[in-house]
Protein backbone atom coordinates (compact mmCIF):
# COMPACT_ATOMS: atom_id res chain seq x y z
CA UNK A 1 0.00 0.00 0.00
CA UNK A 2 2.02 3.32 -1.12
CA UNK A 3 2.17 5.93 1.92
CA UNK A 4 1.70 9.18 1.29
CA UNK A 5 4.45 11.15 2.06
CA UNK A 6 3.47 14.31 1.69
CA UNK A 7 -0.08 15.20 2.48
CA UNK A 8 -1.15 18.78 2.01
CA UNK A 9 -2.79 20.33 5.12
CA UNK A 10 -6.22 21.49 4.76
CA UNK A 11 -7.36 18.80 2.80
CA UNK A 12 -11.62 19.99 2.70
CA UNK A 13 -12.10 23.69 2.07
CA UNK A 14 -15.15 24.30 3.11
CA UNK A 15 -15.98 21.35 5.62
CA UNK A 16 -16.37 23.56 8.61
CA UNK A 17 -19.37 24.37 10.59
CA UNK A 18 -20.29 27.99 9.55
CA UNK A 19 -20.31 30.43 12.87
CA UNK A 20 -23.57 31.41 13.68
CA UNK A 21 -25.48 34.77 12.66
CA UNK A 22 -23.77 35.61 9.54
CA UNK A 23 -26.60 36.81 7.02
CA UNK A 24 -24.80 36.16 4.15
CA UNK A 25 -23.64 32.61 4.21
CA UNK A 26 -22.34 32.17 0.68
CA UNK A 27 -19.88 35.02 1.13
CA UNK A 28 -18.72 33.21 4.26
CA UNK A 29 -18.30 29.78 2.82
CA UNK A 30 -15.98 31.77 -0.19
CA UNK A 31 -14.00 33.33 2.32
CA UNK A 32 -13.50 30.24 4.22
CA UNK A 33 -12.73 28.36 1.39
CA UNK A 34 -10.10 31.15 0.27
CA UNK A 35 -8.36 31.23 3.36
CA UNK A 36 -8.02 27.20 3.36
CA UNK A 37 -6.74 27.81 -0.08
CA UNK A 38 -3.76 30.29 1.49
CA UNK A 39 -3.15 27.49 3.79
CA UNK A 40 -3.11 24.80 1.20
CA UNK A 41 -0.13 27.18 -0.54
CA UNK A 42 1.58 27.22 2.52
CA UNK A 43 1.89 23.53 2.97
CA UNK A 44 2.75 22.83 -0.65
CA UNK A 45 5.48 25.08 -0.70
CA UNK A 46 7.21 23.37 2.76
CA UNK A 47 6.50 20.39 0.95
CA UNK A 48 8.46 21.84 -2.20
CA UNK A 49 11.09 22.96 0.04
CA UNK A 50 11.63 19.96 1.09
CA UNK A 51 11.81 18.05 -2.09
CA UNK A 52 13.73 20.16 -3.65
CA UNK A 53 16.26 20.10 -0.45
CA UNK A 54 16.16 16.03 -0.59
CA UNK A 55 17.35 16.30 -4.01
CA UNK A 56 19.85 19.01 -3.23
CA UNK A 57 21.22 17.10 -0.85
CA UNK A 58 21.75 14.12 -2.91
CA UNK A 59 23.02 16.06 -5.88
CA UNK A 60 25.83 17.61 -3.68
CA UNK A 61 27.36 14.30 -2.40
CA UNK A 62 27.04 12.97 -5.66
CA UNK A 63 29.51 16.41 -6.73
CA UNK A 64 31.77 15.25 -4.12
CA UNK A 65 32.31 12.07 -6.19
CA UNK A 66 32.90 13.50 -8.97
CA UNK A 67 35.49 16.23 -8.10
CA UNK A 68 37.52 13.25 -6.16
CA UNK A 69 37.06 11.27 -9.55
CA UNK A 70 38.45 14.24 -11.55
CA UNK A 71 41.75 14.51 -9.53
CA UNK A 72 41.98 10.78 -9.57
CA UNK A 73 42.28 10.96 -13.61
CA UNK A 74 44.42 13.94 -13.53
CA UNK A 75 46.71 12.04 -11.28
CA UNK A 76 46.84 8.98 -13.26
CA UNK A 77 46.80 10.36 -16.61
CA UNK A 78 50.11 12.16 -15.22
CA UNK A 79 51.21 8.67 -14.03
CA UNK A 80 50.23 7.43 -17.61
CA UNK A 81 52.24 9.17 -19.46
CA UNK A 82 54.86 8.62 -17.47
CA UNK A 83 55.22 4.89 -17.70
CA UNK A 84 57.91 3.87 -19.78
CA UNK A 85 57.79 0.31 -21.12
CA UNK A 86 61.85 -0.14 -21.08
CA UNK A 87 61.77 0.31 -17.26
CA UNK A 88 59.23 -2.09 -16.37
CA UNK A 89 61.05 -4.58 -14.24
CA UNK A 90 59.30 -8.13 -14.46
CA UNK A 91 60.37 -9.95 -11.55
CA UNK A 92 58.66 -13.26 -10.60
CA UNK A 93 58.46 -12.13 -6.94
CA UNK A 94 56.52 -8.84 -8.07
CA UNK A 95 54.02 -10.86 -9.42
CA UNK A 96 53.60 -13.45 -6.65
CA UNK A 97 54.40 -10.40 -4.26
CA UNK A 98 51.87 -7.85 -5.34
CA UNK A 99 48.71 -7.66 -3.23
CA UNK A 100 45.86 -9.33 -4.92
CA UNK A 101 43.27 -6.61 -6.70
CA UNK A 102 40.05 -6.01 -4.98
CA UNK A 103 37.90 -3.93 -5.42
CA UNK A 104 35.85 -1.84 -3.11
CA UNK A 105 32.13 -3.41 -3.54
CA UNK A 106 29.77 -0.96 -1.56
CA UNK A 107 26.46 -2.51 -0.98
CA UNK A 108 23.41 -0.63 0.47
CA UNK A 109 22.50 -1.51 3.86
CA UNK A 110 20.02 -1.17 6.66
CA UNK A 111 18.12 0.80 4.02
CA UNK A 112 14.86 1.01 5.94
CA UNK A 113 16.32 2.01 9.57
CA UNK A 114 14.93 4.26 11.72
CA UNK A 115 17.82 6.45 11.04
CA UNK A 116 16.71 6.80 7.40
CA UNK A 117 12.99 7.89 7.49
CA UNK A 118 12.35 10.65 5.41
CA UNK A 119 11.61 14.06 7.27
CA UNK A 120 8.09 14.18 5.99
CA UNK A 121 7.33 10.62 7.41
CA UNK A 122 8.78 11.48 10.24
CA UNK A 123 6.51 14.40 10.96
CA UNK A 124 3.54 12.08 10.23
CA UNK A 125 5.13 9.89 12.52
CA UNK A 126 5.31 11.70 15.43
CA UNK A 127 1.37 13.06 14.61
CA UNK A 128 1.08 8.94 15.78
CA UNK A 129 0.20 8.03 19.50
CA UNK A 130 3.22 7.24 21.69
CA UNK A 131 3.86 2.93 22.50
CA UNK A 132 3.23 2.54 26.52
CA UNK A 133 6.29 4.19 28.19
CA UNK A 134 7.35 0.96 29.50
CA UNK A 135 10.32 1.54 29.52
CA UNK A 136 10.02 3.20 32.53
CA UNK A 137 9.97 -0.03 33.74
CA UNK A 138 13.74 -0.73 32.52
CA UNK A 139 15.74 -0.04 35.92
CA UNK A 140 13.62 -2.87 37.62
CA UNK A 141 14.38 -5.38 35.26
CA UNK A 142 16.85 -8.21 36.38
CA UNK A 143 17.82 -9.38 33.27
CA UNK A 144 19.08 -5.24 31.88
CA UNK A 145 16.75 -5.57 28.62
CA UNK A 146 14.37 -2.56 27.36
CA UNK A 147 11.15 -2.67 28.86
CA UNK A 148 9.50 -1.29 25.67
CA UNK A 149 11.29 -3.96 23.76
CA UNK A 150 8.69 -6.62 24.77
CA UNK A 151 6.07 -4.45 23.75
CA UNK A 152 7.50 -3.48 19.92
CA UNK A 153 10.93 -3.87 18.51
CA UNK A 154 11.83 -2.65 15.41
CA UNK A 155 15.07 -4.22 15.38
CA UNK A 156 13.81 -7.43 16.02
CA UNK A 157 13.73 -9.32 12.68
CA UNK A 158 16.96 -7.72 11.73
CA UNK A 159 18.39 -8.91 15.06
CA UNK A 160 16.58 -12.75 14.47
CA UNK A 161 18.25 -12.89 11.01
CA UNK A 162 21.63 -11.91 12.72
CA UNK A 163 21.47 -14.72 14.93
CA UNK A 164 20.31 -17.06 12.45
CA UNK A 165 23.19 -16.23 10.52
CA UNK A 166 26.03 -16.04 13.39
CA UNK A 167 24.63 -19.71 14.23
CA UNK A 168 24.18 -20.83 10.48
CA UNK A 169 28.61 -19.96 10.26
CA UNK A 170 29.08 -21.83 13.52
CA UNK A 171 27.68 -25.16 12.84
CA UNK A 172 29.26 -24.87 9.36
CA UNK A 173 32.36 -24.44 11.34
CA UNK A 174 31.84 -27.11 13.46
CA UNK A 175 30.54 -29.84 10.52
CA UNK A 176 33.71 -28.82 8.81
CA UNK A 177 35.88 -29.14 12.10
CA UNK A 178 33.84 -32.82 12.46
CA UNK A 179 34.62 -33.63 9.05
CA UNK A 180 38.09 -33.61 9.84
CA UNK A 181 37.86 -35.55 12.91
CA UNK A 182 36.49 -38.10 11.07
CA UNK A 183 38.89 -38.53 8.41
CA UNK A 184 41.18 -38.84 10.77
CA UNK A 185 38.75 -41.80 12.57
CA UNK A 186 36.61 -43.70 10.16
CA UNK A 187 36.63 -46.79 11.91
CA UNK A 188 35.28 -46.07 15.67
CA UNK A 189 31.42 -45.01 14.89
CA UNK A 190 31.94 -48.86 12.70
CA UNK A 191 32.55 -50.89 16.22
CA UNK A 192 29.34 -49.71 16.97
CA UNK A 193 27.03 -51.76 15.32
CA UNK A 194 27.47 -55.36 16.24
CA UNK A 195 25.54 -58.31 17.17
CA UNK A 196 23.87 -56.88 20.09
CA UNK A 197 21.25 -60.18 21.15
CA UNK A 198 23.92 -62.50 21.16
CA UNK A 199 25.53 -61.17 24.64
CA UNK A 200 21.97 -60.27 25.96
CA UNK A 201 21.29 -63.64 25.79
CA UNK A 202 24.35 -65.21 27.41
CA UNK A 203 24.18 -62.59 30.52
CA UNK A 204 20.25 -64.07 30.68
CA UNK A 205 21.85 -67.33 31.04
CA UNK A 206 24.38 -67.34 32.80
CA UNK A 207 22.15 -64.68 35.54
CA UNK A 208 19.45 -67.18 35.45
CA UNK A 209 21.84 -70.35 35.50
CA UNK A 210 21.86 -73.39 33.70
CA UNK A 211 18.59 -74.43 35.08
CA UNK A 212 16.34 -71.85 34.26
CA UNK A 213 17.66 -70.44 30.76
CA UNK A 214 15.47 -70.29 28.25
CA UNK A 215 15.39 -70.91 24.83
CA UNK A 216 16.42 -68.55 22.36
CA UNK A 217 13.63 -68.44 20.44
CA UNK A 218 11.20 -67.67 23.13
CA UNK A 219 13.49 -64.87 24.92
CA UNK A 220 13.27 -63.31 21.97
CA UNK A 221 9.35 -63.28 21.38
CA UNK A 222 9.26 -62.18 24.99
CA UNK A 223 11.57 -59.62 25.14
CA UNK A 224 9.81 -57.88 22.04
CA UNK A 225 6.72 -57.87 24.36
CA UNK A 226 8.47 -56.24 26.67
CA UNK A 227 9.80 -53.86 24.93
CA UNK A 228 6.47 -53.13 22.63
CA UNK A 229 3.54 -54.52 25.09
CA UNK A 230 3.43 -52.17 27.96
CA UNK A 231 1.70 -48.71 28.28
CA UNK A 232 2.91 -46.43 26.20
CA UNK A 233 4.86 -44.15 28.31
CA UNK A 234 6.62 -47.28 29.19
CA UNK A 235 7.68 -47.99 25.50
CA UNK A 236 9.91 -45.45 24.89
CA UNK A 237 12.09 -46.21 27.84
CA UNK A 238 13.07 -49.75 27.51
CA UNK A 239 13.47 -49.62 23.86
CA UNK A 240 16.22 -46.20 24.35
CA UNK A 241 17.27 -48.26 27.52
CA UNK A 242 17.68 -51.66 25.62
CA UNK A 243 19.55 -49.66 22.34
CA UNK A 244 21.74 -48.11 24.69
CA UNK A 245 22.72 -51.48 26.23
CA UNK A 246 22.84 -52.98 22.84
CA UNK A 247 25.21 -50.31 22.31
CA UNK A 248 27.28 -50.82 24.96
CA UNK A 249 27.43 -54.61 24.40
CA UNK A 250 28.37 -54.11 21.38
CA UNK A 251 31.58 -52.27 22.74
CA UNK A 252 32.08 -54.52 25.39
CA UNK A 253 32.54 -57.39 23.24
CA UNK A 254 35.98 -55.54 21.97
CA UNK A 255 38.66 -57.07 22.90
CA UNK A 256 40.74 -55.78 25.60
CA UNK A 257 43.52 -53.72 23.55
CA UNK A 258 41.15 -51.92 21.51
CA UNK A 259 38.73 -51.26 24.94
CA UNK A 260 42.30 -49.49 26.25
CA UNK A 261 42.61 -47.42 23.38
CA UNK A 262 39.35 -45.81 23.13
CA UNK A 263 39.49 -45.83 27.19
CA UNK A 264 43.21 -42.80 26.42
CA UNK A 265 40.87 -41.01 23.83
CA UNK A 266 37.26 -41.01 25.68
CA UNK A 267 38.93 -40.05 28.94
CA UNK A 268 39.98 -36.76 27.58
CA UNK A 269 36.12 -36.12 27.27
CA UNK A 270 34.89 -37.46 30.01
CA UNK A 271 34.41 -35.24 32.09
CA UNK A 272 33.11 -32.88 29.28
CA UNK A 273 30.56 -35.08 29.20
CA UNK A 274 28.15 -34.30 32.35
CA UNK A 275 28.02 -30.81 31.23
CA UNK A 276 27.01 -30.79 27.90
CA UNK A 277 23.57 -29.85 27.09
CA UNK A 278 21.75 -33.60 26.39
CA UNK A 279 23.69 -35.15 23.98
CA UNK A 280 21.95 -34.74 19.99
CA UNK A 281 20.17 -38.17 19.14
CA UNK A 282 23.16 -38.98 16.56
CA UNK A 283 25.32 -38.56 19.17
CA UNK A 284 23.94 -41.40 20.60
CA UNK A 285 26.09 -44.47 18.90
CA UNK A 286 29.40 -42.03 19.35
CA UNK A 287 27.96 -41.21 22.90
CA UNK A 288 27.83 -44.17 23.65
CA UNK A 289 31.20 -45.13 22.60
CA UNK A 290 32.67 -42.55 25.70
CA UNK A 291 31.04 -43.84 28.52
CA UNK A 292 31.18 -46.76 27.84
CA UNK A 293 35.16 -47.13 27.56
CA UNK A 294 35.18 -45.47 31.29
CA UNK A 295 33.02 -48.47 32.48
CA UNK A 296 35.43 -50.42 31.18
CA UNK A 297 38.33 -48.55 32.62
CA UNK A 298 36.72 -49.70 36.16
CA UNK A 299 35.73 -52.46 35.24
CA UNK A 300 39.11 -53.50 34.01
CA UNK A 301 40.80 -52.14 36.94
CA UNK A 302 38.53 -54.74 38.38
CA UNK A 303 39.61 -57.39 36.68
CA UNK A 304 43.18 -56.87 37.27
CA UNK A 305 42.78 -56.67 40.74
CA UNK A 306 41.01 -60.01 40.75
CA UNK A 307 42.62 -62.28 37.67
CA UNK A 308 40.17 -65.03 38.59
CA UNK A 309 36.73 -65.20 37.13
CA UNK A 310 34.09 -66.15 40.14
CA UNK A 311 32.65 -69.57 40.83
CA UNK A 312 30.57 -69.26 38.29
CA UNK A 313 33.19 -69.88 35.69
CA UNK A 314 32.80 -66.90 33.47
CA UNK A 315 35.08 -65.58 31.44
CA UNK A 316 37.10 -62.53 31.82
CA UNK A 317 35.66 -60.72 28.87
CA UNK A 318 32.27 -61.13 30.24
CA UNK A 319 33.63 -60.27 33.85
CA UNK A 320 35.23 -56.49 32.23
CA UNK A 321 31.81 -54.90 31.75
CA UNK A 322 30.07 -55.29 35.08
CA UNK A 323 28.21 -51.99 35.08
CA UNK A 324 26.47 -52.64 31.83
CA UNK A 325 25.37 -56.07 31.76
CA UNK A 326 23.24 -56.17 35.00
CA UNK A 327 20.73 -53.84 33.75
CA UNK A 328 19.78 -55.56 30.07
CA UNK A 329 20.06 -59.00 31.89
CA UNK A 330 17.65 -57.44 33.84
CA UNK A 331 14.39 -56.47 31.15
CA UNK A 332 15.08 -59.98 30.12
CA UNK A 333 14.90 -61.32 33.23
CA UNK A 334 11.72 -59.92 34.14
CA UNK A 335 10.25 -60.86 30.84
CA UNK A 336 10.30 -64.31 32.15
CA UNK A 337 8.98 -63.11 35.71
CA UNK A 338 5.48 -61.91 36.06
CA UNK A 339 5.29 -58.48 33.35
CA UNK A 340 2.48 -56.56 34.59
CA UNK A 341 3.29 -56.77 37.73
CA UNK A 342 6.56 -56.18 37.92
CA UNK A 343 6.78 -53.13 35.07
CA UNK A 344 7.00 -50.44 37.86
CA UNK A 345 9.62 -51.84 39.10
CA UNK A 346 11.17 -52.67 36.30
CA UNK A 347 12.57 -49.12 36.21
CA UNK A 348 14.44 -48.94 39.30
CA UNK A 349 15.92 -52.57 39.67
CA UNK A 350 17.72 -51.98 36.50
CA UNK A 351 19.17 -49.02 37.86
CA UNK A 352 20.05 -49.93 41.40
CA UNK A 353 21.92 -53.31 40.28
CA UNK A 354 24.90 -51.22 38.77
CA UNK A 355 25.41 -49.50 41.68
CA UNK A 356 25.11 -52.46 44.30
CA UNK A 357 27.64 -54.25 42.27
CA UNK A 358 30.58 -51.63 41.96
CA UNK A 359 29.60 -50.62 45.53
CA UNK A 360 29.81 -54.27 46.69
CA UNK A 361 33.00 -55.10 44.34
CA UNK A 362 34.97 -51.78 45.84
CA UNK A 363 33.99 -52.95 49.87
CA UNK A 364 33.28 -56.32 50.48
CA UNK A 365 36.40 -58.34 50.53
CA UNK A 366 34.69 -61.58 50.07
CA UNK A 367 32.94 -62.26 46.94
CA UNK A 368 29.64 -63.90 47.22
CA UNK A 369 28.94 -66.89 45.18
CA UNK A 370 26.63 -66.29 42.35
CA UNK A 371 23.41 -67.60 44.54
CA UNK A 372 24.14 -64.63 46.76
CA UNK A 373 22.31 -61.82 43.89
CA UNK A 374 18.76 -63.42 44.36
CA UNK A 375 18.63 -62.70 47.71
CA UNK A 376 19.26 -58.97 47.02
CA UNK A 377 15.88 -58.67 44.92
CA UNK A 378 14.09 -61.98 45.28
CA UNK A 379 11.25 -61.11 43.42
CA UNK A 380 13.29 -59.93 40.48
CA UNK A 381 16.07 -62.63 38.87
CA UNK A 382 19.39 -61.09 39.23
CA UNK A 383 21.95 -61.38 37.08
CA UNK A 384 25.08 -62.17 39.21
CA UNK A 385 26.92 -58.62 38.81
CA UNK A 386 27.98 -58.73 42.77
CA UNK A 387 29.25 -62.22 42.60
CA UNK A 388 31.30 -60.91 39.43
CA UNK A 389 32.90 -57.77 41.05
CA UNK A 390 35.95 -58.70 43.11
CA UNK A 391 36.96 -56.19 45.52
CA UNK A 392 39.21 -53.27 44.96
CA UNK A 393 41.32 -52.22 47.71
CA UNK A 394 41.49 -48.47 46.67
CA UNK A 395 40.07 -46.97 43.76
CA UNK A 396 42.12 -44.73 41.82
CA UNK A 397 40.92 -41.53 40.75
CA UNK A 398 40.48 -42.10 36.87
CA UNK A 399 38.70 -44.74 37.64
CA UNK A 400 36.67 -43.27 40.67
CA UNK A 401 35.59 -40.61 37.96
CA UNK A 402 35.04 -43.25 35.10
CA UNK A 403 32.64 -45.38 37.32
CA UNK A 404 30.55 -42.44 38.47
CA UNK A 405 29.93 -40.98 34.94
CA UNK A 406 29.50 -44.84 33.11
CA UNK A 407 27.04 -45.32 35.34
CA UNK A 408 25.07 -42.55 34.11
CA UNK A 409 24.73 -43.93 30.61
CA UNK A 410 22.10 -46.84 32.07
CA UNK A 411 20.44 -43.28 33.53
CA UNK A 412 20.53 -41.33 31.16
CA UNK A 413 18.01 -43.65 28.79
CA UNK A 414 15.66 -43.77 31.31
CA UNK A 415 15.41 -39.84 32.20
CA UNK A 416 15.31 -39.49 28.58
CA UNK A 417 11.74 -41.28 28.21
CA UNK A 418 10.94 -39.68 31.83
CA UNK A 419 7.84 -40.33 34.01
CA UNK A 420 6.60 -39.88 37.26
CA UNK A 421 7.22 -43.16 38.42
CA UNK A 422 11.04 -43.26 38.18
CA UNK A 423 11.96 -41.20 41.08
CA UNK A 424 13.98 -43.39 42.71
CA UNK A 425 15.97 -44.74 40.18
CA UNK A 426 18.14 -41.78 39.66
CA UNK A 427 18.87 -41.31 42.85
CA UNK A 428 20.68 -44.71 43.52
CA UNK A 429 23.05 -44.36 40.57
CA UNK A 430 24.58 -41.59 41.30
CA UNK A 431 25.04 -43.58 44.81
CA UNK A 432 28.32 -45.39 44.06
CA UNK A 433 30.54 -46.51 47.16
CA UNK A 434 31.76 -44.17 49.05
CA UNK A 435 35.79 -45.06 47.72
CA UNK A 436 34.49 -43.05 44.62
CA UNK A 437 32.84 -40.00 47.10
CA UNK A 438 34.20 -37.30 45.29
CA UNK A 439 32.89 -37.23 41.61
CA UNK A 440 29.83 -38.70 42.56
CA UNK A 441 28.37 -35.55 43.57
CA UNK A 442 29.34 -34.86 40.08
CA UNK A 443 28.02 -37.01 38.32
CA UNK A 444 24.70 -35.89 40.85
CA UNK A 445 24.98 -32.55 39.45
CA UNK A 446 25.35 -34.17 35.99
CA UNK A 447 22.11 -36.54 36.44
CA UNK A 448 19.98 -33.50 38.30
CA UNK A 449 19.97 -31.72 34.61
CA UNK A 450 18.24 -34.95 32.31
CA UNK A 451 16.01 -35.90 35.28
CA UNK A 452 14.74 -31.84 35.78
CA UNK A 453 11.39 -32.89 36.93
CA UNK A 454 12.13 -35.59 39.18
CA UNK A 455 13.30 -35.74 42.93
CA UNK A 456 14.84 -32.48 43.78
CA UNK A 457 18.32 -32.14 45.44
CA UNK A 458 19.90 -35.74 45.12
CA UNK A 459 21.71 -34.88 48.34
CA UNK A 460 25.83 -35.68 47.84
CA UNK A 461 26.20 -36.37 51.52
CA UNK A 462 23.60 -38.89 51.96
CA UNK A 463 24.00 -40.04 48.36
CA UNK A 464 27.24 -41.61 48.81
CA UNK A 465 25.77 -43.95 51.69
CA UNK A 466 23.33 -45.39 49.60
CA UNK A 467 25.11 -48.23 47.85
CA UNK A 468 26.04 -49.33 51.42
CA UNK A 469 22.44 -50.33 51.71
CA UNK A 470 21.94 -52.11 48.01
CA UNK A 471 19.71 -55.15 49.33
CA UNK A 472 16.79 -53.08 50.65
CA UNK A 473 16.45 -50.13 48.10
CA UNK A 474 16.73 -52.43 44.36
CA UNK A 475 12.95 -53.75 44.84
CA UNK A 476 11.21 -50.81 46.81
CA UNK A 477 10.34 -47.73 44.87
CA UNK A 478 10.58 -45.66 47.83
CA UNK A 479 11.99 -42.17 47.13
CA UNK A 480 11.50 -41.44 50.35
CA UNK A 481 13.93 -43.97 51.71
CA UNK A 482 16.75 -42.91 49.56
CA UNK A 483 17.91 -39.61 50.23
CA UNK A 484 18.03 -40.85 54.14
CA UNK A 485 20.68 -43.43 53.93
CA UNK A 486 22.47 -45.32 56.74
CA UNK A 487 24.81 -42.82 58.67
CA UNK A 488 27.84 -41.76 57.45
CA UNK A 489 30.49 -44.70 57.69
CA UNK A 490 33.88 -42.44 56.34
CA UNK A 491 33.69 -38.92 57.45
CA UNK A 492 37.17 -38.69 57.66
CA UNK A 493 37.71 -39.77 53.66
CA UNK A 494 34.78 -37.58 53.06
CA UNK A 495 36.38 -34.19 54.18
CA UNK A 496 39.55 -34.83 51.41
CA UNK A 497 37.19 -35.75 49.06
CA UNK A 498 34.66 -33.11 49.41
CA UNK A 499 37.98 -30.34 48.38
CA UNK A 500 38.52 -32.94 45.38
CA UNK A 501 34.79 -32.39 44.74
CA UNK A 502 35.17 -28.48 44.65
CA UNK A 503 38.10 -28.22 42.84
CA UNK A 504 36.86 -30.61 40.24
CA UNK A 505 33.53 -28.64 40.29
CA UNK A 506 34.81 -25.42 39.75
CA UNK A 507 37.36 -26.63 37.23
CA UNK A 508 34.09 -27.83 35.21
CA UNK A 509 32.69 -24.48 36.17
CA UNK A 510 35.76 -22.62 34.83
CA UNK A 511 35.13 -23.96 31.71
CA UNK A 512 31.95 -22.89 31.17
CA UNK A 513 32.07 -19.24 31.97
CA UNK A 514 35.11 -19.51 29.69
CA UNK A 515 33.27 -20.88 27.00
CA UNK A 516 30.54 -17.77 27.98
CA UNK A 517 32.59 -15.21 27.75
CA UNK A 518 34.39 -16.12 24.68
CA UNK A 519 30.45 -15.99 22.86
CA UNK A 520 29.89 -12.59 24.70
CA UNK A 521 32.72 -11.06 23.64
CA UNK A 522 32.07 -12.26 19.90
CA UNK A 523 29.05 -10.74 20.17
CA UNK A 524 30.03 -7.52 21.16
CA UNK A 525 32.67 -7.39 18.50
CA UNK A 526 30.00 -8.07 15.62
CA UNK A 527 28.39 -4.67 14.46
CA UNK A 528 25.46 -4.55 12.92
CA UNK A 529 27.29 -4.79 9.53
CA UNK A 530 24.73 -7.00 6.78
CA UNK A 531 27.35 -6.90 4.34
CA UNK A 532 30.01 -8.47 6.69
CA UNK A 533 27.55 -11.13 8.42
CA UNK A 534 26.60 -12.44 5.29
CA UNK A 535 29.69 -12.58 3.84
CA UNK A 536 31.37 -14.61 6.91
CA UNK A 537 28.62 -16.90 5.94
CA UNK A 538 29.29 -17.64 2.88
CA UNK A 539 32.80 -18.05 3.07
CA UNK A 540 32.50 -20.54 5.63
CA UNK A 541 29.99 -22.12 3.45
CA UNK A 542 31.87 -21.87 0.16
CA UNK A 543 35.48 -22.18 1.37
CA UNK A 544 37.11 -25.67 1.32
CA UNK A 545 39.30 -25.60 3.85
CA UNK A 546 39.17 -24.05 6.78
CA UNK A 547 40.46 -20.42 6.50
CA UNK A 548 38.60 -18.11 8.80
CA UNK A 549 40.88 -15.33 8.33
CA UNK A 550 39.27 -14.92 4.16
CA UNK A 551 36.65 -12.16 5.76
CA UNK A 552 39.30 -10.46 7.51
CA UNK A 553 41.47 -9.41 5.04
CA UNK A 554 38.21 -7.95 3.04
CA UNK A 555 38.35 -4.28 3.84
CA UNK A 556 34.21 -3.31 4.26
CA UNK A 557 33.55 0.17 3.59
CA UNK A 558 30.33 1.60 4.60
CA UNK B 1 -40.63 39.86 -7.63
CA UNK B 2 -38.06 40.97 -9.40
CA UNK B 3 -36.40 43.07 -6.97
CA UNK B 4 -36.39 40.04 -4.73
CA UNK B 5 -34.41 37.80 -7.03
CA UNK B 6 -32.03 40.53 -7.93
CA UNK B 7 -29.99 40.54 -4.95
CA UNK B 8 -30.40 36.80 -4.29
CA UNK B 9 -29.83 36.44 -8.08
CA UNK B 10 -26.98 38.33 -7.52
CA UNK B 11 -25.80 36.58 -4.63
CA UNK B 12 -26.07 33.30 -6.21
CA UNK B 13 -23.95 34.65 -9.34
CA UNK B 14 -21.55 35.90 -7.05
CA UNK B 15 -21.22 32.82 -5.64
CA UNK B 16 -20.75 30.94 -8.43
CA UNK B 17 -18.02 33.32 -9.43
CA UNK B 18 -16.60 32.71 -6.52
CA UNK B 19 -16.77 29.23 -6.74
CA UNK B 20 -14.82 29.19 -10.20
CA UNK B 21 -12.66 31.23 -8.76
CA UNK B 22 -11.65 29.00 -6.14
CA UNK B 23 -11.94 25.70 -8.11
CA UNK B 24 -9.36 27.73 -10.09
CA UNK B 25 -7.21 27.91 -7.80
CA UNK B 26 -7.12 24.67 -6.47
CA UNK B 27 -7.20 23.17 -10.01
CA UNK B 28 -3.48 24.86 -9.82
CA UNK B 29 -2.54 24.05 -6.53
CA UNK B 30 -3.08 20.40 -7.60
CA UNK B 31 -0.89 20.77 -10.77
CA UNK B 32 1.67 22.29 -8.76
CA UNK B 33 1.86 19.35 -6.39
CA UNK B 34 1.76 16.87 -9.42
CA UNK B 35 4.39 19.07 -11.45
CA UNK B 36 6.56 18.39 -7.78
CA UNK B 37 6.30 15.09 -7.51
CA UNK B 38 6.59 14.30 -11.21
CA UNK B 39 9.61 16.77 -11.16
CA UNK B 40 10.95 14.36 -7.90
CA UNK B 41 10.71 11.44 -9.28
CA UNK B 42 12.83 12.22 -12.22
CA UNK B 43 15.29 13.71 -10.62
CA UNK B 44 15.65 10.68 -8.59
CA UNK B 45 16.02 8.30 -11.05
CA UNK B 46 18.29 11.09 -13.11
CA UNK B 47 20.56 11.12 -9.80
CA UNK B 48 20.39 7.66 -9.64
CA UNK B 49 21.80 6.86 -13.05
CA UNK B 50 24.67 9.25 -12.04
CA UNK B 51 25.10 7.61 -9.34
CA UNK B 52 25.51 4.43 -11.09
CA UNK B 53 27.78 5.57 -13.92
CA UNK B 54 30.12 7.15 -10.67
CA UNK B 55 30.51 4.07 -8.85
CA UNK B 56 31.37 2.19 -12.22
CA UNK B 57 34.08 4.86 -13.18
CA UNK B 58 35.30 4.92 -9.63
CA UNK B 59 36.02 1.06 -10.09
CA UNK B 60 37.72 1.29 -13.31
CA UNK B 61 39.57 4.04 -12.06
CA UNK B 62 40.67 1.79 -8.87
CA UNK B 63 41.65 -1.13 -11.27
CA UNK B 64 43.77 1.68 -13.32
CA UNK B 65 45.75 2.74 -10.42
CA UNK B 66 46.36 -0.78 -9.48
CA UNK B 67 47.43 -1.77 -12.49
CA UNK B 68 49.88 1.94 -12.56
CA UNK B 69 51.05 1.92 -9.83
CA UNK B 70 54.57 0.18 -9.00
CA UNK B 71 56.18 -0.93 -6.00
CA UNK B 72 53.34 -2.43 -4.01
CA UNK B 73 53.42 -5.16 -2.13
CA UNK B 74 51.32 -7.10 0.26
CA UNK B 75 49.28 -5.94 2.91
Given at each position: ????????????????????????????????????????????????????????????????????????????????????????????????????????????????????????????????????????????????????????????????????????????????????????????????????????????????????????????????????????HF????????????????????????????????????????????????????????????????????????????????????????????????????????????MT??PP?????????????????????????????????????????????????????????????????????EVQGLP?????????????????????????????????????????????????????V????????????????????????????????????????????????????????????????????????????????? | ???????????????????????????????????????????????????????????????????????????
Amino acid sequence: MPLVKRNIDPRHLCHTALPRGIKNELECVTNISLANIIRQLSSLSKYAEDIFGELFNEAHSFSFRVNSLQERVDRLSVSVTQLDPKEEELSLQDITMRKAFRSSTIQDQQLFDRKTLPIPLQETYDVCEQPPPLNILTPYRDDGKEGLKFYTNPSYFFDLWKEKMLQDTEDKRKEKRKQKKNLDRPHEPEKVPRAPHDRRREWQKLAQGPELAEDDANLLHKHIEVANGPASHFETRPQTYVDHMDGSYSLSALPFSQMSELLTRAEERVLVRPHEPPPPPPMHGAGDVKPIPTCISSATGLIENRPQSPATGRTPVFVSPTPPPPPPPLPSALSTSSLRASMTSTPPPPVPPPPPPPATALQAPAVPPPPAPLQIAPGVLHPAPPPIAPPLVQPSPPVARAAPVCETVPVHPLPQGEVQGLPPPPPPPPLPPPGIRPSSPVTVAALAHPPSGLHPTPSTAPGPHAPLMPPSPPSQVVPASEPKRHPSTLPVISDARSVLLEAIRKGIQLRKVEEQREQEAKHERIENDVATILSRRIAVEYSDSEDDSEFDEVDWLE
Amino acid sequence: MAGQEDPVQREIHQDWANREYIELITSSIKKIADFLNLFDMSCRSRLATLNEKLTALERRIEYIEARVTKGETLT
